[in-house]
């Protein structure tokens, strides 16, 4: 069996620093950021398939009600019926599979900044630093997972058809966080 080939993934991140205001009666102000690209998620489109909905050959339907050998729970479609996760008597047990190829289709990629300001204010010998970090400074709102379920059932009332490919993830908002650093 060919293993999946896995794809190369680049991601660009970068950050720098500098110090604004060197005093060193009063202190300093400090700023600093951090950029990150990351490249989208792959996604999948999942079906569960029962035994009832494989088609079997006439000569070979019998297998489908077949108890599993003992260690078979991690067997393929179709040996001896047994399904992945199978036990005993098929009843019921479902086989999940991509319907899409490996690296078939990706989301969007994202791009994030953080912004961190601050400032140094020394003392006898001592200093305290006052910041606020500032996460996703742009508040992108890129999606970060993909609803991978995929029914193609008739019936309204199961079918998830409309929402395969929607968000169920996205990166965190804007958000603030203040500090107080002081070292002695």
Known sequence: MDRPQE?????????????VLPNKKWGDVLV?????????????????????QVQWEPSSAYRATLPCAPGTNNATLGQVGCFVGGTGANTGVSQTINMLNTGQLYGEGYTQ????????VRF????VN???????????????????????SDDPATAVVEQWGQAT?????????LSIQFDF
């Open 113 to 120: 900044f953080d912004l961190k300001l601050g400032k140094n």
């Open 130 to 152: 006052i910041g606020v970090d500032i996460f996703n400074v742009f508040n992108n709102d890129a999606v970060r997972s993909f609803q991978t379920n995929f029914d193609v």
């Open 169 to 177: 993830t996205l990166l965190s908002p804007r958000y603030a966080r």
């Open 124 to 127: 006898a010998n001592k200093r």
């Open 7 to 19: 794809r190369w993934e680049t991601q660009v991140r970068g950050t720098a620093a500098y110090t």
């Open 32 to 52: 600093s950021t951090l950029f990150r690209w990351v490249p989208g998620v792959e996604l999948s489109a999942n079906h569960a398939f029962t035994k009832d």
